[in-house]
């Protein structure tokens, strides 16, 4: 009885959370500038909803109820658990907190808007640690309520316990350790091989963008997203929207770089169908949705670095682009495979390979743990962001705060304890598609005729379907036989760049 | 302090509004079709959540201490009025009476689609019986709890005034009675006079869509449409919709009907500007809302009848529309100016002319009025229709419900009591432009130059700016000196039609 009052909260919260997404999609791709008051306006008032039909003083007993309610099924159950998650985390930090929060990561992102381009890290300083320091405020807020319940060994789990459930610092630091010892080693192993090889060809001429459109549908289509379903359109910055009964993903085309573009609208295509794959019959109940963000980014990650830029795929994939783009020597099947598989150090994450990536994300985790955990503090940040990058990717970024620690909106926007989930992603990535191909031992000649159904189906069942029934460890274990472990990814990484 | 209270409660209502306007406009314009049932689930829970906060038992007490409060400002009262008549709209329809029109609406609308079609009236009658014995008992409870305080005499009007407040009855028979009286010899002495001139053109070739929407474009510039602060799109069923700060309105193209097109657009500018220029204080306020529909309509009529067919403003854009569309000899501004005046009698209502279109809504309306008030039942509804149709237009209707008295969706869907507006609009809006050429003597001049702010000027001081300050007969009376009154819509027609 209580249970199912429960659920019927949990529906309406569902329902806003719809309104929210449809409303920001539209705001980022449909809106015109002038009605952003109205609309910010809009959308602060339906988070207040949520959060006070969260607060409802009668939500208390109602869970001390439904603990005790002896019919659930297993998945009444784990949606109980969830539920009561969320809760949790909605009373854990006061309200003056959540209002500060907000002010102060409004002001440092709006402030960071100028600050960037001048490079003015002086200026900037000062915003982030009060973003910083109000973040540990809340991480030990978390800790306090939660943290028994949840398994908090400190306040830098708490943080990453919102964006990515059940990856705590003890899981994720012997991980990153092994990915910093090995990587160099790797990074200068690979950069040699390449340079034996010819550079790749550019395409020669601009592509208009009617051309990489219509391509890039035809590729969602063949990676099973669903036009009746879902949209694709275009923004500055591409994200993946909607509810799971109607995907919005966008891209943007740029006619003097087709190259990056696919490999964006393929990724996006991977966050959508794990969203759309969602079960069902729980699709407005916690339980229901996406894990967390590591695992979101692992099915992206697969549909793109695993799947998207594997040979059979761009051997299979090569006649389409020339179909759709005209007949450019860069379109060959050998020059896509070089392009999409190029190395390269760089300083900015976003344009990273996948070679090169972790270590972006891990100095950046490695700066905001030790900050909120009282073992560095802001002002440290451009001296380790050097150091870290001279170590891990051989530059120098000394004085570059620009493309140094002021690259990234996360910060500054506030969401600290958010960069693991990238790595993690990559790891989970490579991790399950080890598994895929035990137990689909002729995926790759499936994937060289486009016959993705097998692949799709072992995702559904595996990871899609699963939604968050199980924790983290257990929906790794019960899909892979073990949980997060980052062999596969290095074995990867030595099969794609440095066998045959 | 129980006012500001109220002010809040109302706010919060307008913001969940704000999400319902939006997430409607993109079901109709962008929404894939397998995204319907989710919306239909996130759009009714809105509404519940609207409902219950409405029915608030604490919002009583508040309305009566607001009501003792001494320093209220004159659209303070006026928004204290505005809100406790939409609180008392609520409260006054039993849940269960709610969800039973709900129920009967929808299934009579649904079966309407395939009915219609295939003009089955006996099969549609019971259903449309249903849904008029269920709003005779909703106006019957309207009138029990606001009869007194709206002053309503019968239960009609208790419908009327949910669609169009204050308008009543003992307004609008005398009004139409006159148009009966009037308009069938009106009607055949400028069929007579037109049928001594030539047939207008249409246009040669097929237009372009592309060359349409930038015409359509161009035009509601020129009518002042801010597209940095609203939208224009493609819809099989062209509405207007949005917020006041981001005004969405769509239209429908067709390359062999390119007349109709431009008009349509014309005329939900005018519903956009209406919405645009209301009082921005009060933009989440119920006093800072549109009138109602009767005022809504004349403000889309005034911009499409009065401005948009007249002499002048045709002369101004022709050379636009031939800019934009080519050369065509339908282009002139004499055949386009015939073609923007013909009027034929027909069966079709949205189809009509302005001289016609008055007997259309005549005849819905007395049907309905006198079914609502047991003077006449749903199974005379085609025998009637005949009579009407007949009398009024010359025209037999017999044994075609399809394009008889099936042919709105209003009715199936339950609107009742809303058909009077749209004439009311036409009317009001004759009347306005009146008083505006006496309070602006040269607007001819001005329109001729496409100079259109002084008329914008005084619809935006008369009318947009009033929000829902004063009733709907003070409105009138303010801004032109009387209440409605039909001779300024029959002098128009005498005016257009059958002088020089």
């Known amino acids: 009885m209580s249970y199912s009052t429960l659920e019927k909260t949990?529906?309406?919260?569902?329902?806003?959370?719809?309104?929210?997404?449809?409303?920001?999609?539209?705001?980022?791709?449909?809106?015109?500038?002038?009605?952003?008051?109205?609309?910010?306006?809009?959308?602060?008032e339906l988070t207040v909803l949520r959060t006070e039909i969260l607060q409802?003083?009668?939500?208390?007993?109602?869970?001390?109820?439904?603990?005790?309610?002896?019919?659930?099924?297993?998945?009444?159950?784990?949606?109980?658990?969830?539920?009561?998650?969320?809760?949790?985390?909605?009373?854990?930090?006061?309200?003056?907190?959540?209002?500060?929060?907000?002010?102060?990561?409004?002001?440092?992102?709006?402030?960071?808007?100028?600050?960037?381009?001048?490079?003015?890290?002086a200026g900037f300083e000062p915003l982030l640690q009060q973003v910083f320091d109000l973040a540990g405020e809340a991480a030990a807020a978390y800790q306090d309520a939660l943290g028994a319940d949840r398994g908090y060994a400190n306040a830098y789990d708490a943080l990453m316990d919102q964006y990515d459930p059940g990856t705590t610092m003890s899981r994720i630091d012997p991980v990153f350790d092994r990915l910093k010892a090995e990587l160099p080693g790797t990074l200068q192993q690979i950069l040699e091989r390449q340079s034996q090889r010819p550079t790749p060809n550019k395409p020669e001429r601009p592509i208009a963008i009617t051309q990489q459109d219509a391509l890039a549908r035809a590729l969602m289509s063949t990676l099973g997203f669903d036009f009746d379903a879902g949209r694709l359109d275009q923004t500055a910055h591409p994200f993946s929207g909607g509810v799971p009964a109607d995907s919005r993903i966008t891209t943007r085309y740029d006619e003097h770089n087709v190259i990056e573009g696919l490999m964006g609208v393929i990724h996006e295509t991977g966050h959508s169908r794990y969203e759309t794959g969602l079960p069902q019959a729980w699709t407005s109940q916690p339980v229901g949705q996406a894990m967390g963000m590591g695992v979101h980014e692992s099915q992206s990650l697969f549909f793109e670095m695993q799947l998207g830029r594997s040979r059979p795929f761009i051997d299979a994939i090569a006649p389409m682009v020339r179909q759709h783009l005209g007949d450019d020597p860069a379109f060959s099947a050998d020059n896509l495979h070089a392009l999409y598989t190029r190395v390269e150090p760089g300083l900015i994450r976003v344009n990273a390979d996948e070679v090169t990536y972790p270590s972006h994300v891990i100095l950046r985790y490695e700066l905001e743990r030790d900050i909120i955990l009282g073992n560095a503090s802001v002002k440290d940040i451009p001296e380790r962001?050097?150091?870290?990058?001279?170590?891990?990717?051989?530059?120098?970024?000394?004085?570059?705060?620009?493309?140094?620690?002021?690259?990234?909106?996360?910060?500054?926007?506030?969401?600290?304890?958010y960069f693991p989930s990238y790595t993690l992603g990559a790891l989970n990535a490579a991790q399950l598609h080890a598994a895929l191909l035990r137990d689909v031992p002729d995926a790759a000649e499936r994937i060289a005729q486009l016959d993705l159904a097998p692949i799709f189906d072992w995702l559904s069942r595996n990871i899609w379907q699963q939604g968050r029934f199980n924790n983290y460890d257990d929906l790794m274990t019960q899909a892979t036989g073990e949980v997060l472990n980052p062999d596969y990814f290095l074995d990867h990484l030595q099969s794609r760049y440095l066998s045959a």
Chains 1, 2 share one sequence.
């Open 385 to 417: 962001w050097n150091q870290a990058m001279s170590d891990l990717l051989g530059l120098d970024t000394r004085g570059d705060y620009r493309n140094g620690p002021m690259q990234d909106i996360h910060w500054p926007m506030g969401a600290i304890g």
């Open 10 to 44: 949990f529906h309406r919260l569902a329902q806003l959370g719809h309104a929210e997404a449809m409303l920001s999609w539209d705001q980022h791709v449909m809106m015109p500038p002038k009605g952003n008051a109205a609309r910010s306006k809009a959308m602060a």
């Open 56 to 121: 409802d003083e009668r939500l208390s007993d109602r869970f001390d109820e439904a603990e005790q309610e002896a019919d659930l099924t297993d998945w009444q159950q784990a949606n109980l658990r969830e539920m009561k998650r969320s809760w949790q985390q909605t009373r854990a930090i006061p309200k003056d907190l959540v209002e500060a929060q907000s002010l102060a990561s409004s002001e440092c992102e709006h402030a960071w808007r100028t600050l960037r381009p001048n490079n003015d890290w």
